[in-house]
Structure formats: C-alpha cells, structure tokens
C-alpha cells in the first residue's frame, strides 16, 4: 500500500495479516528512497515486481521475492523525480505522470521517451491521484491545464 509515511506490506499468514511499513533510510539505496509513495504498479510481465512512483526521487523497481530495489531519477534520464502516476500500455510499457512530462518508459530496455506541452500535451505537469485507464486500453492522465 502507498502512503505519504512509508510502504506497507501486507502479508497474510495462517488465520491473520501481518502488516510490515517498509520505510527509506537516507544513504540506503537497498531501501525505498521516499516514504511519501505517490503511486504503485504491478508489472505487466511479472507480477512479483512492484514499480513505486514517489513524491520528490524518482521511480523503484521492487522485486518482492529478493526484497531487492532498483532506482529510476533524473540521474538515469527522466525529466523530473516526481512520479504522480503509473499506468501500463497494450505493449506493457509504462507511462508515467511527472511535473515536466509524460514519459514512457520500456521496463525490459530503460528506455525513456518524454512528452511534453511541444508534442501536444496542454501542461507538462500533471496531478497525483488523476489517472485511470478505459476497457479498450486508452490511458487517461490528468493535469493542470484544462483543454479549450
């Protein structure tokens, strides 16, 4: 689950649920580098891996099975290191809501493609907690702009 004070795992064992915040430690890269958890996605060709978008440094790459991060920021190519949103395409790549762009994201290649107000976009900043995705695939990101 994704808060503003952390992670939390849930994991059910037996007859109950045991509840684990899994929360960052400056320095620590083998640890979640923000408690403020803005979004989080299930990856679309491996479900024991978890993408956590955060509030201020960048995107991670949990394998729940190790309990291993691996950490997407600026220093690797995306435009901004708030990721507000998460959402899979048809082809399972990422599309992420940031405060400079939408980006696309290939999670086999690294690949990073950002779309900004020159390709269209009405706003380069979008919203946490505005997006969804329709029965027919089409991604929905909202942002500050409103089009006329």
Same mark, same amino acid.
């Given at each position: 689950?994704?808060?503003?004070?952390?992670?939390?795992?849930?994991?059910?064992?037996?007859?109950?649920?045991?509840?684990?915040?899994?929360?960052?430690?400056?320095?620590?890269?083998?640890?979640?580098?923000?408690?403020?958890? /803005?979004? =989080?996605?299930?990856?679309?060709?491996?479900?024991?891996?978890?993408?956590?978008? &955060?509030?201020?440094? *960048? #995107?991670?790459?949990?394998?729940?099975?190790?309990?291993?991060?691996?950490?997407?920021?600026?220093?690797?190519?995306?435009?901004?290191?708030?990721?507000?949103?998460?959402?899979?395409?048809?082809?399972?790549?990422?599309?992420?809501?940031?405060? /400079?762009? =939408?980006?696309?994201?290939?999670?086999?290649?690294?690949?990073?493609?950002?779309? &900004?107000?020159?390709? *269209? #976009?009405?706003?380069?900043?979008?919203?946490?907690?505005?997006?969804?995705?329709?029965?027919?695939?089409?991604?929905?990101?909202?942002?500050?702009?409103?089009?006329?």
């Amino acid at each position: 689950m994704a808060t503003e004070k952390g992670l939390i795992r849930a994991r059910e064992e037996e007859d109950k649920v045991d509840f684990k915040i899994l929360k960052s430690e400056k320095g620590r890269a083998d640890r979640v580098l923000s408690d403020y958890i /803005s979004c =989080l996605a299930t990856d679309p060709n491996d479900d024991q891996v978890l993408w956590i978008g &955060t509030q201020g440094v *960048g #995107l991670s790459r949990l394998d729940v099975r190790s309990m291993k991060f691996e950490h997407f920021t600026t220093q690797n190519g995306f435009p901004n290191d708030a990721v507000y949103s998460i959402l899979n395409d048809e082809k399972g790549r990422f599309w992420m809501g940031t405060n /400079s762009g =939408l980006v696309r994201f290939n999670q086999k290649t690294k690949e990073i493609k950002t779309y &900004t107000v020159e390709y *269209g #976009l009405p706003s380069n900043e979008f919203n946490m907690r505005s997006w969804g995705k329709a029965l027919d695939g089409t991604l929905f990101f909202g942002n500050f702009n409103i089009l006329k």
